[in-house]
């Protein structure tokens, strides 16, 4: 006796149609990593998905339209996830937190989502990067980002109560910098380091980034002060 298929459940237009939407950010997120925004077109896109050109026209009013959920997809799921580990981190040092404490939290958490979340995330990281030093990427990141990295801002006070928050703010300037050119992973640091280091290794990032830019927060900070108090 011959055994019969389970019947699958027929999606229903709105399953398909979110399907279908995910399907295509998922392929316009690696050609935006790959080529950037002016580097694709729909067709690119629509060819990659397996589809007609007109067929985007349907989601999307314009490239502009997708590369913006493009980014908008995981950037609610980044700034949520670092959002709730320096809430937490805040509760678990009793309002005191340190630098270093407080920037694992923020740092951490996002280069897990990196090291583990497979080649979306890692695509997405390189499309951050890229996006991240041009004029409408940054007003991006100033919409998605921008709460979470003033959160950050709020708990590097309470650790360094003396130091300026024009010192913070470039702290964090560097800090991000930091974290964009490791995200992009251009292999860079492996031809210098003759293949010591690799920059697709986040883990090695993650052990080490949040402890050099603490260093750096409080030698500027420390400077800062020091000058403060010789000068009166």
């Not at 950010?25 to 060819?47: H, M």
């Not at 998905?49 to 997809?73: C, E, M, P, Q, W």
């Not at 080490?208 to 030698?219: I, L, N, T, V």
């Amino acid at each position: 006796m011959t055994k019969t298929a389970p019947n699958r459940r027929r999606m229903t237009k709105a399953e398909q149609r979110a399907e279908t939407m995910e399907q295509i950010l998922d392929e316009a997120e690696y050609l935006f990593a790959q080529s950037g925004f002016n580097g694709v077109t729909l067709k690119d896109i629509a060819k990659r998905v397996g589809v007609h050109h007109t067929l985007l026209n349907y989601y999307f009013d314009d490239k502009k339209s997708v590369f913006d959920a493009v980014i908008a997809r995981r950037a609610s799921v980044t700034s949520s996830l670092r959002m709730k580990a320096l809430d937490e981190y805040d509760k678990a040092s009793g309002g005191k937190p340190t630098v270093e404490g407080a920037l694992r939290a923020f740092l951490d958490t996002d280069l897990d989502l990196y090291s583990q979340g497979g080649d979306g995330w890692k695509n997405y990281g390189v499309l951050g990067a890229q996006s991240s030093n041009t004029t409408y990427g940054a007003e991006l990141f100033d919409f998605h980002f921008d709460q979470v990295v003033l959160r950050l801002i709020g708990l590097l006070e309470k650790a360094l109560p003396d130091c300026s928050r024009e010192d913070l703010f470039w702290g964090y300037h560097f800090v991000t910098g930091a974290l964009m050119l490791t995200l992009g992973r251009t292999g860079r640091i492996d031809r210098l380091s003759d293949e010591l280091c690799k920059s697709d290794d986040f883990e090695a990032a993650k052990e080490r980034m949040a402890s050099f830019m603490a260093g750096g927060f409080h030698e500027l900070c420390g400077k800062r002060k020091n000058g403060s108090d010789a000068a009166s």
